[in-house]
C-alpha cells in the first residue's frame, strides 16, 4: 500500500457511456497527476494539479475531464471515449518542494467497448 | 520536447545472470529517477540521482548517472525471479517545471529460474 487508492480497479464502458475514475492520497501531497498506462508505450502525462490548480494539460482530448476538489482527492470524467483510450490509468501523489518520488495508485483498467 | 529513450526494451536472463539497463534523455536532467512495476503492479519508486557521475547502490541493484545528466544505466548483479518486472527511468528537465517527469518505456526483465 502506497497511500494512495483508486477506484474502480477495473471499468468496461460503452463510447456512448460516462464514468468517473476515483483517486485519493491519504499522505498529505500536495500534487496529484493522471497517467495513461498503454501496452508498448511510455506512461503518458495526461494532467498535473499542484495545490488543487491545474498546472499541465498534456494535450488531452477533451472527452478527458480531470476534476481536483481538494488536495486529497482527484477526479477523471470520461465520456464519450474510443476504444483507443483503453488503458491503464494511474494515479500518482507527490510533495512538492520536499520529495521527489511519486507515489502510484494500483491504477484503474480501463475496457472501451 | 523532452524524450526520454530507454533499451533494451525486453530482456530474458537465466536466474543468477546480470542484467542492464540503459535511458538516454534528449536534455540535460536535473536528476533521474528509477521505478519498478511488477506483473499486474503499479510503478514504485527506487532511487534518484542527482549528481553528475554519481552512482548509488541498493544490495544487487548498481544506479549511475552520466558525467553530462543525460543518461543513466540500471545494473542488477544475480538476477532472482524476484527481480522480473518492468524498470522505468524519468527524467526531470533541467531546464523544465519541477513538478513533471517524462518517463522512458521501460525495460521488462523476465527470469527464468
Known amino acids: 500500500e502506497t497511500g494512495v487508492t483508486q477506484t474502480p480497479r477495473h471499468l468496461v464502458m460503452g463510447m456512448t457511456n460516462k464514468k468517473s475514475l476515483k483517486c485519493e492520497q491519504h499522505l498529505g501531497h500536495n500534487a496529484m497527476y493522471w497517467y495513461k498506462q498503454s501496452a508498448k508505450k511510455p506512461l503518458e502525462l495526461m494532467f498535473v494539479?499542484?495545490?488543487?490548480?491545474?498546472?499541465e494539460n498534456n494535450s488531452v482530448p477533451s472527452r478527458f475531464s480531470p476534476e481536483c476538489p481538494n488536495s486529497s482527492h482527484l477526479f477523471l470524467h470520461l465520456h464519450t471515449l474510443q476504444p483507443e483510450d483503453s488503458a491503464l490509468y494511474l494515479c500518482?501523489?507527490?510533495?512538492?518542494?520536499?520529495?521527489?518520488?511519486?507515489?502510484f495508485g494500483p491504477g484503474t483498467r480501463l475496457t472501451v467497448l | 520536447g523532452q524524450q526520454v529513450m530507454q533499451i533494451p526494451q525486453y530482456q530474458h536472463v537465466q536466474e543468477g545472470e546480470d542484467f542492464t539497463t540503459y535511458c538516454n534523455s534528449s536534455?540535460?536532467?536535473?536528476?533521474i529517477q528509477w521505478y519498478k512495476q511488477r506483473p499486474g503492479g503499479h510503478p514504485v519508486f527506487l532511487i534518484q540521482l542527482v549528481k553528475s557521475g554519481e552512482v548509488k547502490k541498493q544490495k544487487r541493484l548498481t544506479f549511475q548517472f552520466g558525467e553530462a545528466k543525460k543518461n543513466s544505466s540500471l545494473h542488477i548483479t544475480a538476477t532472482q525471479t524476484t527481480d522480473v518486472g518492468t524498470y522505468f527511468c524519468a527524467g526531470e528537465d533541467r531546464g523544465g517545471s519541477n513538478y513533471k517527469l517524462t518517463f522512458g518505456k521501460g525495460t521488462l526483465l523476465t527470469v527464468n529460474p
Open positions: 500518482a501523489s507527490r510533495n512538492l518542494g520536499r520529495s521527489i518520488e511519486q507515489f
Open positions: 536534455t540535460t536532467l536535473s536528476n
Open positions: 494539479y499542484s495545490l488543487e490548480e491545474r498546472v
